[in-house]
């Protein structure tokens, strides 16, 4: 069982871009998928949204599943994988939560076999300074421990505000790879999927 973090702060598209992404990889790889949803204030609806999608949700609505809700995190992953056994458990932490800290919280996973264990992190292009400068301790966390980066909301501004995002970026992770994307048109998302398979 692989486990992919899509982080990113509240109201960056998580939730959308976590359901193009899916039904992309179910479609190109036939992955049984589970996601785990804990977006403070929005979890209800999120996990409605996606059961309509087919896709099978667990929530966790009191605090961070990073956090105050460690040692849960690890009773879910292993009630997951011992009950449905799903080939990539994807996880939408709470927007301020580190993705570094479930790694982290993982590495005391003893119940079973855990595969690669990646983050992606959602920034949003309509309000990245305003962000980056009112969270920008959490911010720069989620970037430096990313394997791979994708400013959604691209149809917001043009494309030298996009080229001076990734140039912000870069400086906090000069490797990872960044992708615009606009989740609620499906522009680059499919550029995403390609990533994230072959990674």
Known sequence: MDILVVAGFLGSGKTTLVISIIERIIERTGKKVVVIVNDFGTVGIDGKVMTKYGLQVMELASGCICCTLGAD?????????????????VIEPTGVADPDAIVQAMAHYEKGEIGTIRSAVIVDASRFDVIMKALNRPLTAQIRS??????????TVDGSEIARMEGLLRDLNPTVPI????ATEGTNVDQAVEVMVRA
């Open 73 to 89: 995190l690890l009773h879910t992953v292993e009630e997951i994988q011992d009950n449905i056994a799903p080939d990539l458990l």
């Open 146 to 155: 990313a394997f791979l980066v994708l400013i959604n909301k691209m149809d």
């Open 179 to 182: 992708i615009p994307i606009s």
